[in-house]
């Protein structure tokens, strides 16, 4: 059966696991040809047996194991996907994390360090992939989409405020970048997830599994903090990257946020008022 992504060229940077892992299966299983990328070998080695049991031929998958903070990782991606697939159609810039203070310290108190970090990773090599791409997604008339964060948007985050901002930033970024680049053909937006069960938590806050399950248990029944009512699955944002990724569904969609959060960002704190 055809796949809306016959003969697509996907990187989706993160992709080793949690939302980029899920949007990376969702590709290729629509028919496109996907570079999976990450630093940990082993969840790499996870992805790969995934994807072959999931009946993707190796012919379909790149796997380059690649830190996205590094110049050389960054090229190693193009180069590797131009050289194994020939093009580029569509870029997916996910790889993200709050990184915590080396000390354990939070808010205003959070050391530069970490500042540093999180920009470098969810911002800085986010710019530099747009524009290693970008004359190859010129040629394809090419997708951009960038992986947000509800904590972008009109909210405070008082424990992480490096994490929101360059979230934020992210969002801006986009939208300066998707004026620019629609004039070459390709388009960029943003998904901007709530509450997603993957190892983001376990990453950020050095939970066990445990920790991070109860976590999850808890804020899903949560009305207050999800009306929905459930904790979000990868799938759920695969699903929102591949409709800002598909032009057939969403070519008048230019530099927007696309917000997936179960209803998160609706509710206000006055609706916990006993
Ligand atoms: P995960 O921790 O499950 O996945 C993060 C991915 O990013 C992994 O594949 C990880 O690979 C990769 N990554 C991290 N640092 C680097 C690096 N230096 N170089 C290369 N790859 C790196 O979390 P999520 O799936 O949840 O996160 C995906 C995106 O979604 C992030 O941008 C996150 O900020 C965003 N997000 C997540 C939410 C959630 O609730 N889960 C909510 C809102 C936004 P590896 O460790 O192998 O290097």
Do not use: C
């Not at 951009?144 to 972008?152: D, E, F, K, M, Q």
């Not at 948007?153 to 992210?170: I, T």
């Not at 800002?244 to 969609?253: G, M, P, Q």
Request: aromatic letters at 6%.
């Amino acid at each position: 059966m055809p796949g809306r992504f016959d003969g697509k060229v996907v990187i989706v940077t993160g992709s080793s696991s949690g939302i980029g892992k899920e949007t990376a299966l969702h590709f290729a299983r629509e028919g496109a040809k996907v570079t999976v990328t990450g630093r940990s070998l082993e969840r790499l080695q996870a992805v790969k047996k995934e994807l072959l049991e999931s009946g993707i031929s190796e012919t379909d998958f790149l796997i380059v194991p690649a830190d996205v903070t590094s110049s050389t990782g960054q090229d190693e991606l193009i180069s590797q996907t131009l050289s194994k697939f020939g093009k580029i159609d569509i870029l997916v810039n996910n790889a993200g994390a709050s990184i915590t203070d080396a000390e354990g310290k939070t808010g205003v108190s959070q050391g530069i360090d970490s500042y540093e970090k999180t920009m470098k990773l969810n911002v800085q090599s986010l710019i530099e992939m747009t524009q290693k791409a970008r004359p190859h997604l010129a040629k394809t008339r090419g997708e951009i989409v960038n992986v947000s964060s509800i904590v972008a948007l009109g909210h405070g985050w008082q424990s992480r405020p490096y994490y929101s901002l360059a979230k934020a930033a992210v969002d801006q970024y986009t939208r300066a970048a998707a004026i620019d680049l629609i004039e070459e053909g390709i388009r960029v937006n943003t998904v901007n997830p709530g509450f997603v069960k993957t190892l983001f938590h376990e990453a950020e806050l050095g939970w066990t599994a445990d920790q991070a399950q109860e976590f999850y248990d808890d804020i899903g029944s949560n009305k207050y903090a999800i009306p929905a009512g459930f904790i979000g699955r990868p799938e759920h944002i695969a699903k929102a990257i591949a409709f800002l990724a598909d032009r057939n569904s969403s070519e008048f969609i230019v530099g927007q946020n696309l917000v997936v959060d179960g209803g998160t960002t609706l509710v206000l704190g006055i609706h916990a008022a006993k």
